[in-house]
């Protein structure tokens, strides 16, 4: 690997480098270390969803409990429909990683119409999925996170970008309502998806998240003079900090009492050279 080695003048007279060594100590660790970037949800235990509709009959009445295996998006004979989908512990999962990419995959359904512009929104409120109906539906961003157009070809595969959504809950700490999935135009015609429960596991709604670690801690971490007098350089050194998502690297040097005990910074993270290069 490639060494990146940066030098910063310091006012200090004393300076200690170390790094968190815990995973390379860990007696039972295979290397190379791999690791699948690809994290899915998938089938009712992960991904659920339910269906509401503003037909007069319907306002007010919850479909989950009804274990429709369809998701609906449009208007039809009975009303205008909208859905709702629910990842499950997609925080938990996802706390220790970049956000690659993020998809969600549709399947038409039998009797889905062509020509219909889906659109999928970040859901802003708490719902409950055997709870929620027309009446009392969560509200959303009115802003599409993607969209696609149906073909009206049963089985036909259909994609959402849904990374925004995703990093919005992860990044910016957005609850994780989940999302909602209507027709552009309501007043025109319907698409119809297969549903989280639908009996063949292949064609239900499957959500595709491609992850990359955050960066690690240095694997060889090097600085020198460790103890100097203000106005000398020092030169600080590293290895072994990759990752798909890292575009820069920071450093700070601090200043240590006689216990080692930290006493502010001397060079602030701000105020070092962004290195770009090396492993």
């Known amino acids: 690997m490639a060494a990146i080695e940066a030098k910063k003048p310091i006012p200090a ?9 815990t995973v390379g100590s860990d007696k039972n660790r295979q290397y190379p270390v791999k690791i699948d970037p690809t994290l899915t949800w998938f089938g ?6 339910v ?3 503003n037909g007069s009959n319907y306002k007010t009445m919850n479909f989950y409990n009804s274990d429709i295996v369809i998701t609906m998006a449009g208007k039809a004979a009975q009303g ?14 996802l ?10 995959t549709l399947y038409e359904a039998a009797n889905s119409q062509s020509g219909q512009t889906i659109t999928a929104h970040q859901v802003t409120a708490s719902w409950t999925m055997d709870k929620i109906t027309w009446n009392n539906r969560p509200s959303y961003n009115t802003t599409a996170l993607s969209s696609f157009t149906t073909s009206g070809k049963s089985g036909t595969a259909k994609t959402l970008d849904v990374k925004k959504l995703i990093t919005n809950m992860m990044v ?3 609850a994780n ?13 319907y698409g119809k998806f297969y549903g989280t429960r639908n009996t063949t ?3 239900r709604p499957k959500l595709s998240i491609i992850v990359s670690d955050k960066p690690a801690t240095p694997s060889k971490l090097t600085v020198s003079p460790t103890i100097g007098k203000p106005g000398d350089n020092v030169t600080v050194k590293w290895e072994g900090i990759s990752s798909s998502s890292l575009s820069r690297v920071e450093y700070r040097i601090c200043r240590l009492d006689a216990a080692g005990v930290d006493q502010g910074n001397i060079v602030n993270y701000t105020d070092t050279v962004v290195e770009t290069g090396g492993k």
């Open 177 to 189: 309502y989940g999302l909602m999935i209507r027709n552009k135009s309501e007043s025109s015609s």
């Open 44 to 49: 009712t235990d992960q991904l659920k969803d």
């Open 95 to 104: 706390a220790n990683y970049y956000i690659d990419s993020a998809s969600l």
């Open 51 to 53: 269906y509401v509709c």
């Open 80 to 93: 205008v429909y909208r859905s709702h989908m629910k990842f499950t512990d997609l925080k938990t999962l």
């Open 201 to 203: 596991s292949s064609k």
């Open 13 to 21: 007279d004393q300076i200690e480098v170390s790094k968190d060594d």
């Open 172 to 174: 910016n700490g957005d």
